[in-house]
C-alpha cells in the first residue's frame, strides 16, 4: 500500500494531480478541495494516499491532508458509496464541514456534491453519525459537539427549525443554537441565532 507520495507536482487538473518521484509520475484522483490548496505546478508536495483496487483497475487518490483521507475512507465504508462519490462529496465539502453536516443530520448540504442524491444523502449521514468524531479535526470538534447536543423535540429543535425555514441550513442553525444556554426560550435563541448568523455572512 502506498501510504503517501513526495515529490514535484507536474499536473494539477480539476479532477486529478500527477506527482512525479524520482523520475516517476504518480496519476491520483482527488478533491477540488485539494487542488485549490496543493500548490503550483512545478513545486514540491506531499499527498496522502490510497489505492483503489478492482478487477478491472487500479487507482490511486491523493489528498493533501490526512483528516482529508481519512474521511474519505469513512466515507467509501458507507454502504452504496464508491470511490467516486466520496471525492464529489469531499470537493464540495471539506472533512470539517460534513462532520458538522452529519452531526445536525444536515443530509440536504451533502446532497450538492455531484452524483449524490437525497437517499445517498441519508445513508451518509445515518452510517457516519457515530464515526466521525473519530477524526482529528481540529477547532471544528466544539462545533461538531454544539450540532449533535441538538436533540428531537427539544426547544434547540424548535429554534433550528424556524432558522431553516428563514433560509439558513440546517447545519449552521444546528451549530448555532447548540452552543446557547439551554434555559433560553425558542423565541430568544431564533433573536439571537439570528443575530450571529448574520455576523457570520
Do not use: H, W
Not at 452529519?102 to 443530509?107: K, L, N, P
Not at 459537539?145 to 431553516?164: I, R
Amino acid at each position: 500500500m502506498i501510504y503517501n507520495l513526495s515529490g514535484t507536482l507536474t499536473v494539477c487538473d480539476p479532477n486529478f494531480i500527477v506527482v512525479e518521484c524520482s523520475g516517476v509520475g504518480f496519476k491520483c484522483f482527488t478533491t477540488l478541495n485539494t487542488v485549490k490548496g496543493i500548490g503550483k505546478v512545478g513545486e514540491k508536495v506531499n499527498v496522502f494516499t490510497y489505492l483503489s483496487v478492482r478487477e478491472d483497475a487500479m487507482d490511486l487518490y491523493g489528498f493533501s491532508s490526512i483528516e482529508e483521507l481519512e474521511t474519505f475512507k469513512l466515507l467509501i465504508s458507507v454502504s452504496g458509496i464508491g470511490p467516486k462519490a466520496a471525492v464529489s462529496v469531499l470537493s464540495e465539502l471539506s472533512p470539517d464541514r460534513l462532520a458538522v453536516c452529519i452531526a445536525s443530520g444536515d443530509a440536504k448540504a451533502i446532497t450538492r456534491a455531484q452524483g449524490v442524491g437525497k437517499k445517498m444523502a441519508e445513508r451518509i449521514v445515518l452510517e457516519l453519525k457515530d464515526k466521525m468524531g473519530s477524526i482529528a479535526l481540529g477547532n471544528t470538534s466544539d462545533a461538531v459537539s454544539n450540532a449533535a447536543s441538538v436533540t428531537d423535540g427539544s426547544v434547540s429543535a424548535e429554534a433550528v427549525e424556524a432558522l431553516v425555514a428563514l433560509g439558513y441550513s440546517q447545519s449552521d442553525a444546528a451549530v448555532v443554537v447548540g452552543g446557547m444556554d439551554k434555559s433560553l426560550t425558542v423565541d430568544e435563541m431564533i433573536r439571537l441565532g439570528l443575530k450571529q448568523l448574520a455576523g457570520n455572512l
